[in-house]
């Protein structure tokens, strides 16, 4: 397959089967010049575009697309690089205003009450399990001036500031050799994240945005900013972090969005 050969329009169903395609990609996979175009291109979109087939509204299809996603997650997790840094950016450069995001409009964003809010922690782990904003905000504090990529087809640039992930799981007694850290957000948004990805460098529990608190429409009081994720991995307004080794799905990533969801 190439895409000087990719059909003009969708092709029949005959030629768009799970199995042809599935096979397709693997042999993109397979060739190292195209690996890193295989990385980016293996999304739920990325197969459609790359097989010219509207997978759209066949239920075969779309039951292929799950297992697809699952074989995508596996190899994006197998490429994914724990050391590897995602870029940072002068100050001069930052996106201002920073673009708002949710399933919801800007006057539906959860006005959470500082004094009330606890996050809660669940699951696999033996520390402390309910922080109140001022003790996550005792904990070191870290900047970062990191690229956000929404799936929508924008990106911008933006500082964050916060507790590096890792330093919170490790406070919070996590079990670092569980799967998965499910988050789950005052607006019932939620996600999930690898173990790995969790414990990456530049993952940041996050209080600050722009050096202010961060404001209710960016996630106030905490979100996760992931640099190495998609915009719709890094959740806003967390209420509750659970440790686990069961498979949590996430909001978008249950509607057909790629699990692994690397930027
Ligand atoms: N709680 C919650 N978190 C969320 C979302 C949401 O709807 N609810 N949307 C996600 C998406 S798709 C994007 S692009 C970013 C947008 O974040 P921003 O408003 O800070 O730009 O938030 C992500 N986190
Ligand atoms: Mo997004």
């Keep these: 397959m190439s895409f000087r050969n990719r059909p003009e329009k969708p092709n029949t169903f005959a030629s768009c089967r799970a199995e042809s395609i599935i096979t397709d990609a693997r ?17 739920l979109g990325g197969i459609a575009m790359l097989s010219g087939c509207d997978l759209s509204n066949d239920k075969s299809v779309n039951s292929m697309l799950r297992k697809m996603s699952s074989f995508n997650d596996d190899v994006q997790a197998l490429l994914f690089n724990p050391n590897m840094l995602a870029p940072t950016y002068p100050e001069s450069i930052i996106t201002r205003p920073f673009p708002f995001n949710a399933f919801y409009d800007i006057d539906e964003v959860p006005e959470v009450d500082v ?28 900047s970062q001036i990191t690229r956000h990529i929404c799936i929508e087809g924008w990106s911008a640039i933006g500082r964050w500031d916060g507790v590096r992930f890792a330093e919170f799981l490790k406070r919070a007694g996590a079990d670092i050799t569980a799967k998965y850290v499910s988050l789950h957000c005052a607006d019932n948004y939620w996600t999930s994240i690898d173990m790995p990805t969790a414990l990456h460098p530049q993952t940041q529990l996050t209080l600050g945005y722009d050096g202010q608190t961060l404001p209710p429409k960016y996630g106030f009081p905490m ?7 998609l915009g719709y991995k890094n959740p806003k307004h967390i209420v509750a972090i659970s440790v686990t080794n069961e498979y949590p799905g996430g909001y978008w990533e249950n509607q057909g969005y790629n699990w692994f969801g690397g930027s």
């Design 223 to 229: 979100k996760l900013r992931m640099p190495t994720k």
């Design 27 to 43: 042999n993109e996979l397979k060739n190292p010049a195209r690996r890193l175009l295989g990385k980016r291109i293996l999304t």
């Design 115 to 142: 004094a009330t809010y606890r996050l809660q922690v669940s699951g696999l782990a033996n520390g402390k399990r309910v922080w109140t904003l001022g003790e996550l905000r005792a904990l070191p504090q870290h």
